[in-house]
Every structure is written in C-alpha cells, then in structure tokens.
C-alpha cells in the first residue's frame, strides 16, 4: 500500500510539476535505458544521486522516500537472488566482485523505481490523459483511463460501506480457515461488482446523452504546448543519453575495489 | 375564432409532442408505458409525477432518445422533439436539443475537473477551442459554480455535483432540459438550490424545463403544468391548481403538497378561502390572513 | 439503552465528524435523527453497531462499552439497515438474502427456516420467496434488505435515509411500518433530512449540525422553530412554515400535523363566523 502511495499525484505548483508531461515520460524512459546500458556500480550510484535534485526541487521528498521503502522488500530479493547464483556459481566463495554485482542490480531497480516514481508524483492524472491524447492514442483509451482514475476513490469508498453493512449483517470477515476467509469476501464482491456494472451503465447514459459520437474529430479544452523550460528539460535528457553512450563506449569504468584501492 | 387561433398557436409552439407512445423493454412481457399523449410548449416548467413505476422515467428516456436507441425495444407511436422525430435521429444530434440530467450526482461526472466536464458534450460536438472556453464559463456562471471549475467531482458536495451537471448539459445550449429526479439523493437546502436554478434557467433563459419529481412540496410552486402517470398511462395533465385539487390526485397516491391539503380538508368543511388553490406555505398564509382580514 | 458520552470522531482522512456529542437513547424510544448531509447523523448511528468507534469518549450499549465487543456481537442487539439495499444483497434467492445473518448469528436450521417464513410474511415477500433480489424493483429490494435485517429480531431498529427515491405510498407504508415496530417495543432510529416525514411520524428529533447536537426534543418544539433549522439546513414542514408565517396573529406556533392544523383553523373560522 505504501508502495502505491508513493506514485499518487499531489498538487504543487513546482518546476517539474509544471513541465510537460511527455518530456517527463521521456526522461524517465532514457533513464532506464542509461541503467540498462550500465552493469557497473559506480555509473548506476551516480544515475541514482542525479535524481535526487530532481525530487527535491519537486518538493516531493517524503512521498519519493515512500515508494523507496515500498520497493525495498523487491529490491532486497533482487540483491539477494543476485548475491546467491554468483555464490553459488563461482563456487561457494564470497567475492567482492560478485558483492559489487548484486548491489549493481538492486541499484538499477531502484533507479528505475525511483524515475518513474519522479514521473507520476508530478504529473496530474488529467495531465496524463491529456498527454495521452495528443499522442494520438485513440480518444476511447484516454477516456477509459480517466474515468478509471476518477472513479478510484469512490469505488474504495463503496467497498467500504458495503463491507460496513455486511458487517452490520454478522459477517465476521477475520474468522476461519484461508478457506472460509476468502469465501467471505463474496458477499462484498458481488455487490461491488453489480455496483459498478450499474454505475458504468448510467454512465453511458450520460455520456450519450451529452452527444459521445457526435464526430470522429473531438476538438479539447485544454491542449499542452511546449514551454522553453520543456525543450530544456528535454536537451538535457538527451545530453544524458549522449554521455552515457560516450562513456559506455569510451571509457574505461573503474570497480569499486580498485576504486577504494587507490589503484586505476 | 380567438379560441380556434389559440390552439392551433399552441401546437406551432410545442416543442415535444407525443401521439399515443407506447414502449416495451426488450424481454419485458407489459409496456412501461401506454398510449401516452402529451404535448409541452416551449417555455413551459413541466412536472412529471407519479407513484414508483408509473413509467416516468420511461417516458422521460424517450425524450432525448435514449429510447429507442440505447435500450432497444419496441416503440409505437409518435414523438416529437424540437420539430425531429426521435425515432429517425441519433441519441447525440437529439442532445444539442435536449439535454438530460440524471438522477445520481456522481455518475453523471467522469472528468477529472468541472470546466472539462462541462466541456465536455462540447468536444464531442468538436466545437473550436474558444468557443467551449466561452460557453463553459457562460455556463458555471449561470449555475454558481464558475469558483468550483478547477476541483474534481469528487470534492464536490451532491448539490454541487448536480449543478455542475446541469452546466453540463446547459453548455450545449438546448432548448430542453429534462431532469430525472435531481434532488434524490440531496438535503432540503441542496434541492432548493437545484429547483432555484432551474427556474432561473426557465424564466431568464426561456429553457423548457420537464422535472421528474416526487417532492412536489418544494415544486409545484414553479410549475406551469403538471402531469400524472400512473401504470404507465397519463392519468391527469393540466394545470398545477386544477391536477393537484382533484380527488383523483389524491387516489393516487402522489404527495399533494400539504398547504393544498389543508384547503381541500377546509372546503370539504364548509371554509371557503376562495381564489386559486395554494401549492406553497406561503400562498395558503396569504389566503388565511386575507379570510381573517375579510371577517373582521 | 444507548449512552452516548461526549464522542469524538475523526475520520482518517482528518476529517472531524463529531465533535462532542452526549446523547441518550431509552428503550422502546422513537428517533429521528437530522441534519443536512455531512452533519455527522450516519457516522453517530455507526457508532451504535460498533461500526465505528470513538477516537474520543464512549459508546454505551446496555452498558457495554462498544470497545469492548466485536460488531457481529452489537449487532445481534443493533439493526442496521443501510440507506442503498444493493450494497447488501449478493444472494441467489430472496430467501437466503434472509437466512444469511440468521446463519452468522449461529441460529439452528429449522429456527432459521421459521424466522425466514415470519421475515417473509411482515414483509410481503412470499412470492418472491425463491426469486432472485436483483429481479426485484428498487422498492422490493429495499424491503427485502429490511427483511434480512428483521430476521434476527434486533431490540434495536437504525434506519439509514429510508425515504430516498420512496414514493409518497411507500412512505406512508414506511410510516406504518415503523410505529408497528415501536408498538412492538422496539427502538428505532432513523437518519433522514426528510422533514415532512418526520413530521408525520413526530418522534423525538435530533438535530445535528458539524458533528455537534445543536437541538433535542419533540418534534413539534425543534420543527417549528426557524433559527434552529436554519442553522441546521433545513426547512420547516409546510405546515409549520404555515403558522410561522401567521405568527403575529394569534395562532399557536408549535403546529406540525395537517389534521391538527385543519381543528385550529376550523375553530378560529366557525368563531369568527358567530
């Protein structure tokens, strides 16, 4: 749960909040790519201190923090499923290079988390939609994902209350075996469900009856343009992309214990 | 000949129009409605109102379309709707004539804030840009909720949802507005709020308005003409004062406002008050002070 | 008996919804409990069942602090019927709808089957006895949601907005229906902002408004007195507003029922006419 609160959308009037979110996404994704392309320890340390002004100048720290600790339990896996194979493999001996490795690994998830974390704490859902739209994805799946967020909260809110009255009904949900315990979920499921296919058919009601189909070429409120702070953000990006693929290429990348050995 | 003019007046200003409309839900086995014949001037505040199942929001689906096109089934007759006939035309031409607003405030929002909301009937007509700027600010301020345009529906209270919707739907400037049961699920000041600019709407803008309501304590001092369903046939249509006073309103079952049932019990007591019958608390302190006044 | 002794409430979310509320509810007593919505009305009555508990103060019922017990053991004692009957029923048949809470409750196969029959007949849903709840029309399902309820026979009865979307007939029924349980001994309480209602039922009458009792008493004294439901969002029922209006000829004030109304102005009228 906690994982899920650190990707939910907070409004603040920021830099990165302000910037489009497609440039965001972009960035985010040559992000990855960059981990991708790094093995090594080091490159990816640094890939990961590089996001942190980012989170703070977006004013989102505590949130960031919270969908790091929600990735903790994954990334502690990958380290240790990692850490294991090369145990085992070379031959039940603990090197440093292998240390070096898994942590490697778990940081290039964390740094994956860590953008895309970035991306939907500042980026609003009807940004995203909007996005989405003048992507030229087809205006049915926009909508779908809007509506789907907007109705998130009441939704949560109605399984709430029909838990309240199957409860007010003796329906003890903690007592039994696994058995009982997930058949007494039914009661709650099949409400919810009945719930939303009639919610979902009033709101195709509405829906036509305010004209849907009218024309293929829907026209918008809001359109996104492309600010000079977004071609910057976006220059940077991709002088990101440039550096890491000269490095990669280029140079040669020092480990870690030669690094602490004083020797290169 | 005036008589004769008049008439034939009214029907050039009928801006829907039925001839013995009948409907049957697909798989029903009864019609939900029968045989309705009903005509509403342009201009007029009509309220619809009948017991649980009489066929009202039936009736009121064929309005826009919905009915015949979105539920399918079987419709007989004849309806007119701003001069089209509904079975000939699609659901999205039939809403820039008549706009519907529904009965449960939450389900009728699906943007992630108002003004998108309220713009939205107007992309899907794919207006240009400044245009739904203009119409959608034009329409949250006649609604007083232009301060709300930025939050999403769910901050919203039920009173103010359903005036967004109502914006909705006025953005795209219709000749008609039906509400189906509005205020179901709203307190008494929220239902006020929502009847006050309804009635706006009508005696400002010239907005048919066609109400659905149970509550006509609270409506039928707005309205110019009321109808009673009931089994899914039109049992009374007429004037508020003359439906409301009839001994049949009564057998119904509607909920006759109680000031109108006072005066029935005082006329059957001998009290005349004289004049019109009262529809509202106010009407009927107006008509006991002028009889005391009289007497002294 | 309910004690309610000074209640706080906040929600999670933060937000307060009671705010010091101190109420008692007797045995056998008729309740209606007012506001407009947002008030705190439904997040007091959830308090009745154990639903929600106190962040401060506490909630008595038969002096058992609701703390103190689990909900299914509240609400052997306490009904609660929810304002929306579809947020309860999921079974196949109306009968199972009604036998469900019976078999929660532990209750034995042949006096489910009996109570189930009894639900059934107060209810008039004999015919619909192996029907399914979700053929039925919107004001069926309520009942059959204030059958599976009634099942267990809780000494206390909370109804939750039971006047939604009713016709003026169901009300009526409703209004019957209530008395009958009250005659029966039983308590009832219900939440509604519906004062010609209430009105018509004149029980006593709670008035809340920010989580706070900002009126208790009669229905005749707390309905016909402007400034306080106005303060609370609500008008007074036509009647009242009647002999509000008139107020500054002598008429009494406190009038709320139409047949009352039509003795006073019969009086006044035949007495002027002498």
Redesign the interface.
């Known amino acids: 749960m906690s994982f899920f609160d650190g990707l939910r959308f907070r409004r603040v009037n920021s830099p990165i909040h302000n910037l489009d979110p497609r440039v965001k996404f972009i960035y985010a994704c040559v992000i990855f790519a960059v981990a991708i392309i790094f093995w090594q320890l080091l490159p990816l340390a640094v890939l990961f201190v590089m996001q942190i002004p980012l989170v703070l100048i977006a004013r989102v720290k505590r949130e960031w923090i919270r969908s790091m600790k929600g990735a903790a339990f994954l990334a502690s896996i990958i380290f240790l499923t990692n850490f294991i194979f090369s145990f085992i493999s070379s031959g039940y001996v603990v090197t440093f290079v292998a240390l070096e490795y898994a942590l490697a690994m778990t940081l290039r998830f964390l740094v994956l988390v860590g953008s895309f974390s970035i991306f939907f704490l500042t980026t ?3 940004h995203l ?1 909007l996005a989405l739209e003048q992507s030229k994805v087809p205006y049915e799946f926009c ?1 779908a994902f ?2 789907a ?2 109705f998130v ?2 939704l949560a809110e ?1 399984a709430q ?2 838990m ?9 949900l903690e007592k039994g075996n696994f058995l009982k315990r997930v058949r007494n979920y ?2 709650i499921l ?2 919810l469900i ?2 939303a296919i ?2 979902s058919l ?14 293929k ?7 996104l343009k492309l600010r000079y702070e977004d071609y910057l953000f976006a220059a940077i990006t991709v002088g990101i992309l440039a550096l890491a693929i000269f490095v990669r290429l280029y140079l040669y990348i020092p480990r870690l214990e030669e690094l602490l050995a004083g020797t290169v | 000949m005036r008589k004769a003019f008049r008439v034939s007046w009214k029907a050039l200003m009928a801006i829907i129009e039925t001839k013995n409309l009948t409907y049957t839900y697909p798989g029903a086995t009864r019609p939900a409605i029968k045989d309705v014949s009903i005509k509403i001037e342009k201009g007029e505040f009509t309220l619809i109102t009948g017991p649980s199942g009489c066929g009202k929001t039936t009736l009121c689906r064929c309005f826009n379309g919905l009915i015949p096109h979105f539920y399918q089934g079987e419709l007989k007759g004849e309806i007119t709707v701003a001069g089209l006939k509904v079975q000939e035309h699609p659901v999205y031409e039939l809403a820039t004539h008549v706009g519907m607003v529904f009965q449960n405030p939450e389900n009728q929002l699906f943007a992630l804030s108002v003004e998108k909301d309220v713009a939205f009937g107007l992309e899907n007509l794919g207006m240009p840009r400044d245009e739904i700027r203009k119409r959608v600010d034009w329409a949250l301020q006649l609604t007083g909720t232009y301060e709300l345009r930025e939050r999403t529906p769910t901050e919203l209270s039920g009173g103010q949802q359903q005036r967004v919707a109502i914006a909705a739907v006025l953005a795209m400037q219709p000749e008609v507005i039906v509400l189906d049961e509005p205020t179901s699920f709203l307190d008494p000041l929220g239902a006020k709020k929502i009847f006050e600019v309804i009635y706006e709407l009508n005696k400002k803008l010239g907005i048919t308005i066609v109400l659905v309501e149970h509550r006509l304590d609270l409506t039928a001092k707005y309205s110019d003409h009321i109808i009673i369903m009931d089994d899914g046939k039109v049992v009374l249509d007429g004037e508020p004062y003359e439906v409301l006073s009839s001994e049949e309103a009564r057998l119904i079952g509607v909920g006759i406002p109680k000031a109108t049932r006072l005066y029935q019990m005082l006329k059957a007591d001998g009290i005349k008050l004289g004049g019109k019958v009262p529809l509202s608390s106010e009407e009927m302190a107006e008509k006991i002070r002028e009889a005391i006044r009289r007497h002294d | 008996m309910i004690e309610v002794e000074d209640v706080h409430f906040t929600y999670p979310s933060g937000v307060e919804a009671l705010r010091g509320v101190s109420l008692t509810i007797r045995n056998g007593e008729f309740v209606a409990i007012m506001g407009e919505n947002g008030a705190g009305k439904t997040t007091l009555v959830k308090h009745f069942n154990g639903l929600l508990k106190p962040t401060k103060g506490r909630v008595l019922v038969d002096g058992v602090e609701t703390t103190k017990v689990s909900v299914a053991t509240l609400a052997r004692k306490v009904g609660f019927v929810f304002q929306n009957p579809d947020h309860q029923l999921f079974c196949e048949t109306v009968e199972e709808e009604i036998a469900f809470a019976l078999k929660n409750f532990g209750f034995s196969q042949d006096v489910i089957e009996k109570r189930v029959e009894w639900a059934l007949n107060l209810l008039g849903l004999s015919q619909y006895r192996k029907t399914s709840p979700f053929m039925l029309s919107g004001g069926e399902r309520k009942r059959v949601a204030l059958a599976s309820v009634l099942a267990w026979d809780p000494k206390i009865l909370i109804l939750d907005e039971p006047t939604i979307g009713q016709d003026y007939q169901q009300k009526e029924k409703l209004r019957q229906f209530i008395l009958q349980m009250n005659a029966q001994k039983k308590t009832v309480i219900i939440v509604t902002h519906d004062v010609e209602f209430v009105a018509e039922c004149n029980p006593r009458v709670v008035l809340m408004r920010g989580g706070k009792i900002v009126a208790d008493g009669e229905a005749r004294k707390v309905l016909t007195n402007p400034e306080i439901l106005m303060q609370a969002s609500l008008v007074p029922p036509q009647i009242a507003q009647i002999f509000i209006n008139l107020s500054d000829l002598e008429f009494p004030k406190e009038v709320i029922d139409v047949y009352e109304a039509r003795e006073i102005l019969l009086k006044t009228f035949r007495s002027r006419e002498q």
């Open positions: 609003s859902p009807d939609g909508f809007t509506t967020v907007r909260p009441v109605e209350t029909i309240d009255a199957q409860k007010a009904r003796g329906l003890e039914i009661p099949i409400p009945i719930s009639r919610r009033e709101l195709a009601e509405a829906m036509e009856s305010r004209a849907w189909g009218a024309t070429k829907r026209t918008n409120l809001y359109v």
